[in-house]
């Protein structure tokens, strides 16, 4: 069973702080990994994807990927009240183009 | 932004009925999934499909599942017969070919409530 797991949270920062996610994953055969954002009731809408090792930056954020540790991160900077979600990570095993979910991390901001 | 939709966004039925539910996916997009997302858990992977056939699908996707494009457009994810414990949020998805196949985007799910 391949997982792919995540602090569940709630992680609270103040607005306008860094707001850094984290995810381990379990199969070093993977290769592309994913950052998803969910708000409540909503479907997941893709924020980041990353491939290789190293960082990745858009806009406010950044995805890092360190393959030997086998984590991801998703850093959020100048956090806004709207970033408050559920941000879930998502790796397709190796040789597979499904991914496995996380159960995602419930990120607050508060003003 | 060309957007994958789902109808209806809610769909109350009684255990045993048949329920199905429908997608477009975006229109240049060749792979096509179904996930559900019980309430406050995991989003799962159930099945997906693409040049007209299943090409994976989970331990979730028993018999009671099935899935059609019946034309150029619609995608639908068929339950034959409900059970309560499939009161979930379905979401369809679907993906371009490429090296950014697995980027897969989400429509908006449609939430099954089962009685």
């Known amino acids: 069973q391949k997982e792919v797991e995540q602090n569940s949270g709630p992680l609270s920062v103040p607005e306008g702080a860094i707001a850094s996610l984290n995810c381990t994953y379990s199969?070093?055969?993977?290769?592309?990994f994913f950052w998803y954002r969910q708000y409540s009731g909503k479907s997941p809408e893709l924020i980041m994807f990353i491939y290789s090792n190293g960082d990745k930056e858009d806009g406010r954020f950044t995805a890092q990927l360190n393959k030997a540790s086998q984590y991801v991160s998703l850093l959020i900077r100048d956090s806004q009240p709207s970033d408050s979600a559920t941000y879930l990570c998502?790796?397709?095993?190796?040789?597979?183009?499904?991914?496995?979910f996380g159960r995602g991390t419930s990120l607050i901001v508060h003003p | 932004e060309p957007e994958v939709t789902q109808t209806p966004s809610h769909q109350v039925t009684q255990m045993g009925q048949e329920v199905i539910l429908r997608c477009v996916p975006i229109s240049n997009h060749l792979y096509f999934y179904w996930y559900r997302q019980i309430l406050g858990q995991k989003v799962e992977f159930l099945v997906s499909f693409y040049n007209n056939e299943i090409s994976e699908k989970s331990e979730i996707f028993d018999d009671q599942f099935s899935v059609e494009r019946p034309d150029g457009s619609n995608f639908t994810l068929k339950i034959r017969s409900t059970k309560l414990e499939d009161s979930a949020m379905y979401f369809c998805?679907?993906?371009?070919?490429?090296?950014?196949?697995?980027?897969?985007?989400f429509g908006d799910g449609t939430r099954l409530s089962i009685l």
């Open positions: 199969d070093r055969g993977s290769q592309s």
């Open positions: 998805a679907s993906s371009v070919p490429g090296p950014l196949d697995q980027a897969q985007h």
């Open positions: 998502a790796v397709p095993p190796g040789g597979s183009y499904i991914p496995t």
